[in-house]
Protein backbone atom coordinates (compact mmCIF):
# COMPACT_ATOMS: atom_id res chain seq x y z
CA UNK A 1 0.00 0.00 0.00
CA UNK A 2 1.68 3.23 -0.91
CA UNK A 3 0.95 6.57 1.01
CA UNK A 4 -0.05 10.27 0.26
CA UNK A 5 2.43 11.99 2.77
CA UNK A 6 4.90 13.95 1.40
CA UNK A 7 7.64 12.37 4.16
CA UNK A 8 9.99 9.33 2.51
CA UNK A 9 9.52 6.11 3.15
CA UNK A 10 11.94 4.13 5.31
CA UNK A 11 12.76 1.13 5.21
CA UNK A 12 14.13 1.17 9.35
CA UNK A 13 12.07 1.38 11.50
CA UNK A 14 13.63 4.89 13.33
CA UNK A 15 10.94 7.30 14.04
CA UNK A 16 10.52 10.10 11.16
CA UNK A 17 10.45 13.58 11.67
CA UNK A 18 7.38 15.09 12.85
CA UNK A 19 6.27 17.66 10.06
CA UNK A 20 2.93 18.92 8.99
CA UNK A 21 1.37 16.91 5.82
CA UNK A 22 0.51 19.30 3.24
CA UNK A 23 -2.74 20.24 2.08
CA UNK A 24 -4.84 18.24 -0.37
CA UNK A 25 -3.99 19.13 -4.10
CA UNK A 26 -6.43 21.51 -6.28
CA UNK A 27 -9.30 19.67 -7.68
CA UNK A 28 -9.20 18.14 -11.07
CA UNK A 29 -11.66 18.87 -13.45
CA UNK A 30 -13.66 15.91 -13.36
CA UNK A 31 -14.36 16.17 -9.54
CA UNK A 32 -16.48 18.40 -8.92
CA UNK A 33 -19.13 16.96 -11.30
CA UNK A 34 -18.10 13.64 -9.73
CA UNK A 35 -19.21 15.01 -6.66
CA UNK A 36 -21.97 16.72 -7.21
CA UNK A 37 -23.02 13.57 -9.01
CA UNK A 38 -22.90 11.71 -5.84
CA UNK A 39 -24.64 14.11 -4.39
CA UNK A 40 -27.31 14.15 -6.57
CA UNK A 41 -27.82 9.91 -6.62
CA UNK A 42 -27.92 10.26 -2.51
CA UNK A 43 -30.42 13.36 -2.34
CA UNK A 44 -33.01 11.54 -4.92
CA UNK A 45 -32.09 8.28 -3.25
CA UNK A 46 -33.25 10.01 0.28
CA UNK A 47 -35.44 13.24 -0.70
CA UNK A 48 -38.02 10.88 -2.98
CA UNK A 49 -41.08 10.11 -2.00
CA UNK A 50 -40.14 10.91 1.45
CA UNK A 51 -43.96 11.35 2.91
CA UNK A 52 -44.12 7.20 1.83
CA UNK A 53 -43.56 6.25 5.58
CA UNK A 54 -46.20 8.46 7.21
CA UNK A 55 -45.22 9.39 10.47
CA UNK A 56 -42.59 6.87 10.50
CA UNK A 57 -41.75 6.26 14.45
CA UNK A 58 -45.58 8.01 15.92
CA UNK A 59 -43.44 8.19 19.62
CA UNK A 60 -40.83 10.66 17.76
CA UNK A 61 -43.48 12.14 15.70
CA UNK A 62 -45.83 13.40 18.41
CA UNK A 63 -42.66 14.97 20.35
CA UNK A 64 -42.02 16.60 16.98
CA UNK A 65 -45.28 18.26 16.36
CA UNK A 66 -45.73 19.33 20.47
CA UNK A 67 -42.52 20.93 19.42
CA UNK A 68 -44.63 23.32 16.51
CA UNK A 69 -47.64 23.92 19.42
CA UNK A 70 -45.26 25.00 22.17
CA UNK A 71 -41.63 26.20 22.83
CA UNK A 72 -41.13 24.39 25.86
CA UNK A 73 -41.95 20.94 24.46
CA UNK A 74 -39.51 22.08 21.59
CA UNK A 75 -36.97 22.66 24.10
CA UNK A 76 -37.19 19.57 26.51
CA UNK A 77 -38.84 17.20 23.55
CA UNK A 78 -41.97 16.67 24.95
CA UNK A 79 -44.55 13.90 24.25
CA UNK A 80 -47.09 16.84 24.22
CA UNK A 81 -47.57 20.72 24.26
CA UNK A 82 -49.24 20.19 27.55
CA UNK A 83 -45.56 19.19 28.69
CA UNK A 84 -46.47 15.92 30.55
CA UNK A 85 -43.45 13.79 29.89
CA UNK A 86 -40.46 14.13 28.01
CA UNK A 87 -39.69 11.32 25.02
CA UNK A 88 -36.56 9.15 26.99
CA UNK A 89 -33.66 10.68 24.51
CA UNK A 90 -32.26 13.89 24.36
CA UNK A 91 -33.93 16.08 22.23
CA UNK A 92 -31.57 17.66 19.81
CA UNK A 93 -33.31 15.15 16.63
CA UNK A 94 -36.83 16.91 17.70
CA UNK A 95 -35.23 20.48 17.64
CA UNK A 96 -34.34 20.11 14.27
CA UNK A 97 -37.96 17.95 12.98
CA UNK A 98 -40.26 20.84 15.10
CA UNK A 99 -38.43 23.71 13.64
CA UNK A 100 -38.79 22.43 10.26
CA UNK A 101 -42.87 21.71 11.30
CA UNK A 102 -42.87 25.13 11.89
CA UNK A 103 -41.32 26.36 9.13
CA UNK A 104 -43.04 24.82 6.53
CA UNK A 105 -46.11 23.60 8.59
CA UNK A 106 -46.28 20.50 10.05
CA UNK A 107 -46.35 17.28 8.19
CA UNK A 108 -44.72 13.96 7.28
CA UNK A 109 -42.67 15.76 4.50
CA UNK A 110 -41.87 18.81 6.74
CA UNK A 111 -40.90 16.09 9.85
CA UNK A 112 -38.41 13.96 7.71
CA UNK A 113 -37.11 16.49 5.33
CA UNK A 114 -34.14 17.08 8.03
CA UNK A 115 -33.59 13.35 8.36
CA UNK A 116 -32.54 13.38 4.40
CA UNK A 117 -30.77 16.42 5.04
CA UNK A 118 -28.93 15.17 7.66
CA UNK A 119 -28.37 11.94 4.76
CA UNK A 120 -26.79 13.67 2.41
CA UNK A 121 -24.53 16.33 4.58
CA UNK A 122 -23.15 13.31 6.00
CA UNK A 123 -22.19 11.55 2.68
CA UNK A 124 -20.57 15.08 1.93
CA UNK A 125 -18.67 15.71 5.00
CA UNK A 126 -17.18 11.99 4.68
CA UNK A 127 -16.60 12.04 1.25
CA UNK A 128 -14.56 15.44 2.22
CA UNK A 129 -13.12 14.00 5.09
CA UNK A 130 -11.69 10.89 2.97
CA UNK A 131 -10.30 12.64 0.22
CA UNK A 132 -8.17 14.94 2.63
CA UNK A 133 -5.75 12.37 2.69
CA UNK A 134 -6.27 9.57 0.34
CA UNK A 135 -7.52 11.54 -2.92
CA UNK A 136 -11.02 12.17 -4.76
CA UNK A 137 -11.53 8.54 -5.92
CA UNK A 138 -11.38 7.28 -2.07
CA UNK A 139 -13.32 9.97 -1.18
CA UNK A 140 -16.24 8.91 -4.18
CA UNK A 141 -16.18 5.31 -2.60
CA UNK A 142 -16.61 5.94 0.95
CA UNK A 143 -19.99 8.94 0.10
CA UNK A 144 -21.07 5.89 -1.73
CA UNK A 145 -20.59 3.16 0.18
CA UNK A 146 -22.42 5.28 3.09
CA UNK A 147 -25.17 6.31 0.63
CA UNK A 148 -25.63 2.82 -0.71
CA UNK A 149 -25.62 1.24 2.92
CA UNK A 150 -28.89 -0.19 3.48
CA UNK A 151 -29.47 0.89 7.06
CA UNK A 152 -28.35 4.59 5.93
CA UNK A 153 -31.40 4.53 3.32
CA UNK A 154 -33.55 3.20 6.20
CA UNK A 155 -32.54 5.66 8.64
CA UNK A 156 -32.35 9.04 6.68
CA UNK A 157 -35.67 8.63 5.98
CA UNK A 158 -36.91 7.91 9.57
CA UNK A 159 -37.78 10.26 12.70
CA UNK A 160 -35.30 8.20 14.91
CA UNK A 161 -32.37 10.65 16.64
CA UNK A 162 -29.95 8.28 14.22
CA UNK A 163 -30.23 10.44 11.56
CA UNK A 164 -28.94 13.68 13.20
CA UNK A 165 -26.51 11.22 15.30
CA UNK A 166 -24.17 10.33 12.15
CA UNK A 167 -24.38 13.61 10.89
CA UNK A 168 -22.72 14.73 13.93
CA UNK A 169 -20.41 11.91 14.46
CA UNK A 170 -18.92 11.94 10.71
CA UNK A 171 -18.69 16.42 11.59
CA UNK A 172 -16.40 15.48 14.57
CA UNK A 173 -14.65 13.22 11.86
CA UNK A 174 -14.06 15.48 9.33
CA UNK A 175 -12.47 17.94 12.38
CA UNK A 176 -10.14 15.36 13.51
CA UNK A 177 -9.20 15.38 10.12
CA UNK A 178 -8.56 18.93 9.90
CA UNK A 179 -6.77 19.04 13.21
CA UNK A 180 -4.57 16.56 12.42
CA UNK A 181 -3.15 17.95 9.50
CA UNK A 182 -1.69 20.55 11.52
CA UNK A 183 -1.90 19.94 14.95
CA UNK A 184 -4.99 22.38 15.56
CA UNK A 185 -6.64 22.61 18.36
CA UNK A 186 -9.10 24.64 16.93
CA UNK A 187 -10.22 21.97 15.44
CA UNK A 188 -10.32 19.31 17.71
CA UNK A 189 -12.31 20.92 20.07
CA UNK A 190 -14.63 21.42 17.32
CA UNK A 191 -14.57 17.78 16.92
CA UNK A 192 -15.10 17.70 20.61
CA UNK A 193 -18.40 20.04 20.33
CA UNK A 194 -19.38 18.22 17.13
CA UNK A 195 -19.76 14.70 19.52
CA UNK A 196 -20.89 16.67 22.63
CA UNK A 197 -24.16 17.76 20.44
CA UNK A 198 -24.39 14.40 19.17
CA UNK A 199 -24.31 13.01 23.00
CA UNK A 200 -27.97 15.49 23.21
CA UNK A 201 -29.00 13.12 19.58
CA UNK A 202 -28.54 9.78 21.49
CA UNK A 203 -26.63 9.77 24.16
CA UNK A 204 -23.58 7.72 25.36
CA UNK A 205 -23.38 6.51 21.87
CA UNK A 206 -22.54 9.48 20.31
CA UNK A 207 -18.87 8.60 22.28
CA UNK A 208 -17.94 5.09 20.81
CA UNK A 209 -15.98 6.98 18.23
CA UNK A 210 -13.56 8.60 20.62
CA UNK A 211 -10.96 5.99 20.95
CA UNK A 212 -10.54 6.54 17.20
CA UNK A 213 -10.53 10.38 17.21
CA UNK A 214 -8.04 10.28 20.18
CA UNK A 215 -5.79 7.43 18.90
CA UNK A 216 -5.63 9.07 15.28
CA UNK A 217 -4.35 12.75 16.85
CA UNK A 218 -1.57 11.04 19.65
CA UNK A 219 -0.40 9.00 16.75
CA UNK A 220 -0.28 11.40 14.26
CA UNK A 221 -0.77 14.64 14.95
CA UNK A 222 2.51 16.64 13.79
CA UNK A 223 3.78 18.12 17.07
CA UNK A 224 5.45 17.07 19.99
CA UNK A 225 3.79 14.52 22.55
CA UNK A 226 2.81 16.75 25.47
CA UNK A 227 1.28 19.70 23.02
CA UNK A 228 -1.10 16.78 21.60
CA UNK A 229 -1.74 15.22 24.89
CA UNK A 230 -2.83 19.01 26.27
CA UNK A 231 -5.12 19.83 22.79
CA UNK A 232 -6.42 15.73 23.66
CA UNK A 233 -7.51 17.30 27.19
CA UNK A 234 -8.88 21.00 25.57
CA UNK A 235 -11.11 18.95 23.13
CA UNK A 236 -12.66 16.77 26.51
CA UNK A 237 -13.17 19.79 27.64
CA UNK A 238 -15.22 21.12 25.02
CA UNK A 239 -17.10 18.11 24.74
CA UNK A 240 -18.10 17.91 28.05
CA UNK A 241 -19.64 22.00 27.96
CA UNK A 242 -21.50 21.26 24.33
CA UNK A 243 -22.81 18.25 25.74
CA UNK A 244 -23.43 18.90 29.48
CA UNK A 245 -25.07 22.22 29.07
CA UNK A 246 -28.89 21.01 28.46
CA UNK A 247 -28.27 18.16 31.19
CA UNK A 248 -27.45 21.18 33.99
CA UNK A 249 -30.18 23.36 32.33
CA UNK A 250 -32.85 20.52 32.78
CA UNK A 251 -31.35 19.36 35.80
CA UNK A 252 -31.17 22.74 37.31
CA UNK A 253 -35.22 23.37 35.66
CA UNK A 254 -37.92 23.34 38.90
CA UNK A 255 -38.78 19.91 38.39
CA UNK A 256 -42.86 21.34 38.85
CA UNK A 257 -42.54 23.90 35.54
CA UNK A 258 -40.98 21.17 33.34
CA UNK A 259 -42.27 17.60 31.85
CA UNK A 260 -41.23 14.39 33.52
CA UNK A 261 -37.96 13.09 32.09
CA UNK A 262 -39.25 9.91 29.91
CA UNK A 263 -37.17 6.93 30.97
CA UNK A 264 -35.53 7.57 33.85
CA UNK A 265 -35.48 6.90 37.38
CA UNK A 266 -35.71 10.03 39.48
CA UNK A 267 -36.48 12.60 36.78
CA UNK A 268 -33.25 13.79 35.72
CA UNK A 269 -31.83 13.77 32.57
CA UNK A 270 -28.53 12.87 34.01
CA UNK A 271 -29.80 9.59 34.91
CA UNK A 272 -31.33 8.88 31.64
CA UNK A 273 -28.47 9.47 29.95
CA UNK A 274 -25.82 7.30 32.35
CA UNK A 275 -28.41 4.77 32.84
CA UNK A 276 -31.37 4.13 30.88
CA UNK A 277 -29.42 5.47 27.37
CA UNK A 278 -26.15 4.78 28.85
CA UNK A 279 -24.58 1.73 31.04
CA UNK A 280 -27.84 0.25 30.89
CA UNK A 281 -27.76 -0.84 27.11
CA UNK A 282 -24.19 -2.09 27.65
CA UNK A 283 -24.26 -4.17 30.44
CA UNK A 284 -28.48 -4.80 30.65
CA UNK A 285 -30.50 -3.28 33.54
CA UNK A 286 -31.66 -0.04 33.84
CA UNK A 287 -34.82 -0.55 32.34
CA UNK A 288 -32.80 -2.59 29.28
CA UNK A 289 -34.62 -5.59 28.05
CA UNK A 290 -34.42 -7.74 25.14
CA UNK A 291 -30.64 -8.05 24.56
CA UNK A 292 -28.16 -10.27 25.18
CA UNK A 293 -30.23 -12.36 22.86
CA UNK A 294 -33.65 -11.89 24.33
CA UNK A 295 -36.37 -10.21 21.87
CA UNK A 296 -35.41 -11.98 18.80
CA UNK A 297 -34.26 -10.30 16.06
CA UNK A 298 -35.79 -7.17 16.63
CA UNK A 299 -33.46 -7.09 19.84
CA UNK A 300 -30.06 -8.28 18.27
CA UNK A 301 -29.90 -11.55 18.72
CA UNK A 302 -27.33 -13.54 20.59
CA UNK A 303 -24.18 -11.51 21.73
CA UNK A 304 -20.84 -12.78 20.16
CA UNK A 305 -18.09 -11.73 17.05
CA UNK A 306 -21.45 -13.21 14.60
CA UNK A 307 -23.68 -10.57 15.79
CA UNK A 308 -23.21 -8.14 13.00
CA UNK A 309 -23.10 -10.85 10.72
CA UNK A 310 -26.47 -12.46 11.63
CA UNK A 311 -29.62 -12.48 11.02
CA UNK A 312 -30.83 -9.34 12.78
CA UNK A 313 -27.52 -7.03 11.89
CA UNK A 314 -26.62 -8.67 8.81
CA UNK A 315 -28.95 -7.03 6.08
CA UNK A 316 -28.46 -3.84 7.85
CA UNK A 317 -24.90 -3.07 7.69
CA UNK A 318 -22.50 -5.57 6.94
CA UNK A 319 -22.72 -5.92 3.11
CA UNK A 320 -18.98 -4.37 2.56
CA UNK A 321 -18.05 -5.19 6.20
CA UNK A 322 -16.20 -8.14 5.41
CA UNK A 323 -14.44 -6.22 2.69
CA UNK A 324 -13.33 -3.37 4.50
CA UNK A 325 -11.91 -6.22 7.30
CA UNK A 326 -9.48 -7.11 5.12
CA UNK A 327 -8.54 -4.02 3.83
CA UNK A 328 -8.25 -2.65 7.31
CA UNK A 329 -5.75 -5.33 8.20
CA UNK A 330 -3.74 -4.82 5.26
CA UNK A 331 -3.23 -1.19 5.27
CA UNK A 332 -1.83 -0.84 8.59
CA UNK A 333 0.61 -4.10 7.44
CA UNK A 334 1.70 -2.47 4.43
CA UNK A 335 1.92 1.19 6.04
CA UNK A 336 3.62 -0.49 9.54
CA UNK A 337 7.26 1.31 8.92
CA UNK A 338 5.88 4.39 7.16
CA UNK A 339 6.37 7.54 9.16
CA UNK A 340 4.42 8.81 12.19
CA UNK A 341 2.31 11.42 10.08
CA UNK A 342 1.49 8.95 7.61
CA UNK A 343 -1.73 9.95 6.17
CA UNK A 344 -2.78 6.39 5.05
CA UNK A 345 -2.15 4.72 7.96
CA UNK A 346 -3.99 7.49 10.10
CA UNK A 347 -7.30 7.45 8.02
CA UNK A 348 -7.02 3.49 8.48
CA UNK A 349 -7.01 4.66 12.03
CA UNK A 350 -9.55 6.66 12.43
CA UNK A 351 -12.62 5.13 10.01
CA UNK A 352 -10.88 1.53 10.93
CA UNK A 353 -10.76 2.33 14.96
CA UNK A 354 -14.38 3.93 15.01
CA UNK A 355 -15.81 0.84 12.78
CA UNK A 356 -13.50 -2.01 14.83
CA UNK A 357 -14.71 -0.22 18.70
CA UNK A 358 -18.14 -0.05 17.33
CA UNK A 359 -18.90 -3.28 16.21
CA UNK A 360 -17.32 -4.80 19.19
CA UNK A 361 -19.64 -2.75 21.36
CA UNK A 362 -22.91 -3.83 19.31
CA UNK A 363 -21.31 -7.26 19.44
CA UNK A 364 -21.40 -7.98 22.97
CA UNK A 365 -24.23 -5.27 24.20
CA UNK A 366 -26.28 -6.99 27.09
CA UNK A 367 -29.02 -4.25 26.83
CA UNK A 368 -31.54 -3.09 24.72
CA UNK A 369 -30.25 -2.52 20.60
CA UNK A 370 -32.09 -2.75 17.96
CA UNK A 371 -30.42 -3.34 14.08
CA UNK A 372 -31.20 0.57 12.98
CA UNK A 373 -28.57 1.48 15.64
CA UNK A 374 -25.91 0.18 13.44
CA UNK A 375 -26.23 3.09 11.25
CA UNK A 376 -23.69 4.32 13.38
CA UNK A 377 -20.93 1.80 11.95
CA UNK A 378 -21.81 2.59 8.13
CA UNK A 379 -19.48 5.32 7.81
CA UNK A 380 -16.63 3.96 9.67
CA UNK A 381 -17.05 0.69 7.36
CA UNK A 382 -17.75 3.51 3.96
CA UNK A 383 -14.14 5.00 4.98
CA UNK A 384 -11.80 2.23 5.35
CA UNK A 385 -13.10 0.99 2.35
CA UNK A 386 -12.84 4.03 0.46
CA UNK A 387 -8.88 4.14 1.58
CA UNK A 388 -8.05 0.75 1.75
CA UNK A 389 -9.79 -0.23 -2.40
CA UNK A 390 -7.75 3.02 -3.40
CA UNK A 391 -4.29 2.67 -1.78
CA UNK A 392 -4.98 -1.38 -3.03
CA UNK A 393 -5.50 -0.46 -6.29
CA UNK A 394 -2.82 2.25 -6.43
CA UNK A 395 -0.11 -1.01 -5.68
CA UNK A 396 -1.49 -2.88 -8.20
CA UNK A 397 1.68 -3.61 -9.85
CA UNK A 398 2.48 -5.97 -6.32
CA UNK A 399 1.69 -8.93 -6.00
CA UNK A 400 0.59 -8.38 -2.39
CA UNK A 401 -1.33 -5.86 -3.07
CA UNK A 402 -3.09 -7.23 -6.06
CA UNK A 403 -4.00 -10.33 -3.68
CA UNK A 404 -5.55 -8.50 -1.05
CA UNK A 405 -7.44 -6.12 -3.61
CA UNK A 406 -8.72 -9.71 -5.33
CA UNK A 407 -9.65 -11.03 -1.86
CA UNK A 408 -11.85 -8.02 -1.05
CA UNK A 409 -13.70 -7.92 -4.52
CA UNK A 410 -14.43 -11.83 -4.18
CA UNK A 411 -15.35 -11.82 -0.20
CA UNK A 412 -17.24 -8.75 -0.72
CA UNK A 413 -19.49 -10.46 -4.05
CA UNK A 414 -19.38 -13.87 -1.96
CA UNK A 415 -21.28 -12.16 1.39
CA UNK A 416 -23.61 -10.04 -0.83
CA UNK A 417 -24.50 -13.34 -2.80
CA UNK A 418 -25.35 -15.01 0.95
CA UNK A 419 -27.61 -12.07 2.11
CA UNK A 420 -29.36 -11.96 -0.96
CA UNK A 421 -29.93 -15.85 -0.66
CA UNK A 422 -32.01 -14.41 3.09
CA UNK A 423 -34.65 -13.25 0.76
CA UNK A 424 -34.47 -15.86 -2.33
CA UNK A 425 -37.92 -14.58 -3.60
CA UNK A 426 -36.92 -11.21 -4.48
CA UNK A 427 -35.21 -10.34 -7.35
CA UNK A 428 -33.51 -14.08 -7.52
CA UNK A 429 -31.23 -13.86 -10.17
CA UNK A 430 -29.39 -10.74 -8.54
CA UNK A 431 -27.22 -12.97 -6.69
CA UNK A 432 -25.85 -15.12 -9.34
CA UNK A 433 -25.16 -11.29 -11.58
CA UNK A 434 -23.35 -10.46 -8.36
CA UNK A 435 -21.07 -13.58 -7.34
CA UNK A 436 -20.38 -13.81 -11.45
CA UNK A 437 -19.19 -10.36 -11.69
CA UNK A 438 -17.21 -10.97 -8.18
CA UNK A 439 -15.45 -14.07 -9.99
CA UNK A 440 -14.44 -12.14 -12.99
CA UNK A 441 -13.30 -9.27 -11.29
CA UNK A 442 -11.13 -11.28 -8.67
CA UNK A 443 -9.64 -12.95 -11.24
CA UNK A 444 -8.26 -10.13 -13.96
CA UNK A 445 -7.40 -8.32 -10.18
CA UNK A 446 -5.28 -11.55 -9.67
CA UNK A 447 -3.81 -12.25 -12.65
CA UNK A 448 -2.91 -8.75 -13.49
CA UNK A 449 -5.17 -7.65 -16.52
CA UNK A 450 -4.98 -4.26 -15.74
CA UNK A 451 -1.58 -4.05 -17.12
CA UNK A 452 -3.09 -4.61 -20.40
CA UNK A 453 -3.98 -1.80 -22.77
CA UNK A 454 -7.04 -0.02 -21.84
CA UNK A 455 -8.08 -2.96 -19.57
CA UNK A 456 -7.81 -0.99 -16.06
CA UNK A 457 -10.86 1.06 -15.77
CA UNK A 458 -12.95 -1.75 -17.09
CA UNK A 459 -11.82 -3.74 -14.52
CA UNK A 460 -11.90 -1.53 -11.85
CA UNK A 461 -15.99 -0.49 -12.67
CA UNK A 462 -16.64 -4.27 -12.74
CA UNK A 463 -14.96 -4.46 -9.28
CA UNK A 464 -16.92 -2.00 -7.99
CA UNK A 465 -20.17 -3.60 -9.55
CA UNK A 466 -18.86 -6.81 -7.93
CA UNK A 467 -18.49 -5.57 -4.36
CA UNK A 468 -21.07 -2.64 -4.48
CA UNK A 469 -24.03 -4.63 -6.80
CA UNK A 470 -26.00 -5.95 -3.92
CA UNK A 471 -25.90 -3.43 -1.41
CA UNK A 472 -26.93 -0.56 -4.15
CA UNK A 473 -29.74 -2.76 -4.74
CA UNK A 474 -30.81 -3.24 -1.08
CA UNK A 475 -30.10 -0.28 -0.26
CA UNK A 476 -32.57 0.95 -3.59
CA UNK A 477 -35.01 -1.08 -2.14
CA UNK A 478 -34.90 0.52 1.40
CA UNK A 479 -35.52 3.74 0.15
CA UNK A 480 -38.61 3.39 -2.07
CA UNK A 481 -40.14 1.36 0.68
CA UNK A 482 -42.46 2.71 3.38
CA UNK A 483 -41.58 1.92 6.83
CA UNK A 484 -43.18 2.45 10.11
CA UNK A 485 -43.36 1.18 13.87
CA UNK A 486 -40.52 1.73 16.03
CA UNK A 487 -38.56 -0.99 14.83
CA UNK A 488 -37.85 -0.76 11.50
CA UNK A 489 -35.67 -2.61 9.53
CA UNK A 490 -34.73 -2.36 5.68
CA UNK A 491 -34.75 -4.15 2.36
CA UNK A 492 -38.14 -4.74 0.40
CA UNK A 493 -41.40 -5.28 2.03
CA UNK A 494 -40.95 -9.01 1.34
CA UNK A 495 -37.79 -8.77 3.59
CA UNK A 496 -39.62 -7.23 6.93
CA UNK A 497 -38.68 -4.24 5.60
CA UNK A 498 -41.73 -2.63 5.45
CA UNK A 499 -44.21 -1.86 8.72
CA UNK A 500 -42.48 -3.56 12.10
CA UNK A 501 -43.79 -3.58 15.09
CA UNK A 502 -43.37 -6.01 17.72
CA UNK A 503 -47.14 -6.92 19.69
CA UNK A 504 -48.41 -3.61 19.15
CA UNK A 505 -45.10 -2.03 20.58
CA UNK A 506 -44.69 2.29 20.61
CA UNK A 507 -44.41 3.67 17.51
CA UNK A 508 -46.70 1.49 16.27
CA UNK A 509 -49.42 3.44 15.89
CA UNK A 510 -53.30 2.13 15.70
CA UNK A 511 -56.30 3.64 13.56
CA UNK A 512 -58.35 6.47 14.86
CA UNK A 513 -61.61 6.78 13.06
CA UNK A 514 -63.02 10.17 11.69
CA UNK A 515 -65.56 10.60 14.56
CA UNK A 516 -63.12 10.23 17.39
CA UNK A 517 -60.86 12.88 15.61
CA UNK A 518 -64.01 15.24 15.97
CA UNK A 519 -64.61 14.34 19.12
CA UNK A 520 -60.65 15.66 20.16
CA UNK A 521 -60.93 18.83 17.83
CA UNK A 522 -64.31 20.08 19.92
CA UNK A 523 -62.26 20.06 23.00
CA UNK A 524 -60.44 23.53 24.66
CA UNK A 525 -58.56 22.22 27.46
CA UNK A 526 -55.19 21.80 27.73
CA UNK A 527 -55.33 18.06 26.86
CA UNK A 528 -57.85 16.71 24.55
CA UNK A 529 -57.46 13.62 25.99
CA UNK A 530 -56.08 11.20 27.74
CA UNK A 531 -54.45 7.38 26.97
CA UNK A 532 -51.90 5.08 28.06
CA UNK A 533 -48.49 4.71 26.68
CA UNK A 534 -47.50 6.66 23.90
CA UNK A 535 -48.48 4.36 21.11
CA UNK A 536 -52.40 5.29 21.57
CA UNK A 537 -51.85 8.80 22.91
CA UNK A 538 -49.18 9.60 19.61
CA UNK A 539 -51.76 7.82 17.19
CA UNK A 540 -54.67 10.14 18.91
CA UNK A 541 -52.66 13.28 19.63
CA UNK A 542 -51.26 13.19 15.50
CA UNK A 543 -54.37 12.45 14.29
CA UNK A 544 -56.31 15.42 15.61
CA UNK A 545 -53.78 18.17 15.97
CA UNK A 546 -55.07 18.76 19.93
CA UNK A 547 -51.98 17.79 22.50
CA UNK A 548 -53.14 13.91 24.19
CA UNK A 549 -51.28 12.94 27.76
CA UNK A 550 -49.46 10.03 27.24
CA UNK A 551 -49.65 8.53 30.71
CA UNK A 552 -46.62 6.75 31.73
CA UNK A 553 -44.80 7.59 28.94
CA UNK A 554 -42.64 5.04 26.48
CA UNK A 555 -44.43 2.03 27.32
CA UNK A 556 -46.60 3.68 30.13
CA UNK A 557 -44.16 2.59 32.82
CA UNK A 558 -43.44 6.04 34.10
CA UNK A 559 -44.92 7.68 37.44
CA UNK A 560 -46.43 10.64 35.15
CA UNK A 561 -48.63 12.14 35.98
CA UNK A 562 -49.37 10.93 39.41
CA UNK A 563 -52.42 9.83 40.06
CA UNK A 564 -53.25 13.29 42.31
CA UNK A 565 -51.98 15.07 39.29
CA UNK A 566 -54.08 13.17 36.67
CA UNK A 567 -56.72 14.13 39.49
CA UNK A 568 -56.24 17.81 39.60
CA UNK A 569 -55.88 18.30 35.40
CA UNK A 570 -59.92 16.31 35.69
CA UNK A 571 -60.77 18.89 38.64
CA UNK A 572 -59.54 21.83 36.48
CA UNK A 573 -61.30 20.74 33.36
CA UNK A 574 -57.91 20.21 31.58
CA UNK A 575 -58.55 17.21 30.08
CA UNK A 576 -61.75 15.88 28.74
CA UNK A 577 -61.68 12.49 27.87
CA UNK A 578 -60.23 8.87 28.78
CA UNK A 579 -59.52 6.35 25.95
CA UNK A 580 -59.20 3.06 27.22
CA UNK A 581 -56.33 0.80 25.41
CA UNK A 582 -53.28 2.35 24.66
CA UNK A 583 -49.66 0.51 25.54
CA UNK A 584 -48.43 -0.20 28.49
CA UNK A 585 -51.64 -1.73 30.75
CA UNK A 586 -50.63 -3.68 33.68
CA UNK A 587 -47.45 -2.21 34.17
CA UNK A 588 -48.44 0.40 36.96
CA UNK A 589 -45.99 1.62 39.07
CA UNK A 590 -45.37 4.74 41.36
CA UNK A 591 -48.77 6.48 41.12
CA UNK A 592 -48.88 4.87 37.81
CA UNK A 593 -51.04 4.00 34.60
CA UNK A 594 -53.39 1.25 36.49
CA UNK A 595 -53.51 3.57 39.17
CA UNK A 596 -55.88 6.17 36.95
CA UNK A 597 -56.98 3.48 34.87
CA UNK A 598 -58.83 2.19 37.78
CA UNK A 599 -59.85 5.60 39.21
CA UNK A 600 -61.39 6.41 36.12
CA UNK A 601 -63.46 3.52 35.89
CA UNK A 602 -64.77 3.91 38.72
CA UNK A 603 -65.75 7.57 38.46
CA UNK A 604 -67.06 8.82 35.33
CA UNK A 605 -69.32 7.10 32.56
CA UNK A 606 -67.84 4.78 29.68
CA UNK A 607 -69.29 5.44 26.22
CA UNK A 608 -67.87 4.76 22.77
CA UNK A 609 -66.71 7.09 19.94
CA UNK A 610 -66.30 5.94 16.23
CA UNK A 611 -66.04 2.07 18.06
CA UNK A 612 -63.87 3.20 20.59
CA UNK A 613 -63.74 2.57 24.26
CA UNK A 614 -63.95 6.04 25.82
CA UNK A 615 -64.47 8.03 29.26
CA UNK A 616 -65.79 11.33 29.37
CA UNK A 617 -64.44 13.31 32.28
CA UNK A 618 -66.85 15.61 32.57
CA UNK A 619 -69.86 13.21 33.44
CA UNK A 620 -68.90 11.81 36.39
CA UNK A 621 -70.88 9.06 37.92
CA UNK A 622 -74.13 9.08 39.98
Same mark, same amino acid.
Given at each position: MTTTTSEPRH?????????????????????????IGLLAVTA???????? $????????????? &?????????????SLDAGNTITVDKPPAALWLMA???????????????? &??????????? +?????? !?????????????????????????????PDALLVLLMVAGGYCVVRATEAASLRWLALAGVAIGFA?? %???? &??? +???????? #???????????????????? #? #???????????????????????????????????????????????????? @?GGGGGGGTAFGGETGLGRMFGAAFGSEVSWLLPSALIALVAGL???? !????????????? +??????????????????????????????????? +??????????????????????? #?????AGWGFVLLEHDAQ????????? %??????? $???? @????? !??????????????? %???????????????? @??????? %???? $???GGGAFVVGGGPGGGQEVSAELVRALRATTGTWAAASTGSMGAGSLQLASGRPVIPIGGFNGGDPAPTLAQFQRYVAEGQVRYYIAGGQGRGIGGPGGSDDIATWVRENFTQTSIGGQTVYDLAAPLG
Open positions: ASTAPAPAVATPVPAARRGWERPALALYLWDLS $ASGWANEFYAAAA &QAGTQSWKALFFGLSGRVFGFSSWSMLLP &QALCGIGSVWL +LHNAVR !RWSGPVAGLIAGAALALTPVAALMFKFNNFL %AKTL &QAF +LVLPAFGL #VYLVAAPTGLGRRLLHLLGA #V #VALVVSAGWFVVVTDLWPADSRPYIGGSTDNTELDLALGYNGLGRIFGGSGN @GWFTR !RAPRTDRARAGLL +LWGGWTVVTALVFSYMEGTIHPYYTVALAPGVAGV +LGIGARELWRGRDHRGARVVLAA #VVAVGWLPWLRWVV %AALGVLA $ATAI @GVGAH !RFARAAVPVALVALL %AGGGATTAYAVATATT @GHSGSLP %ASGP $ASA
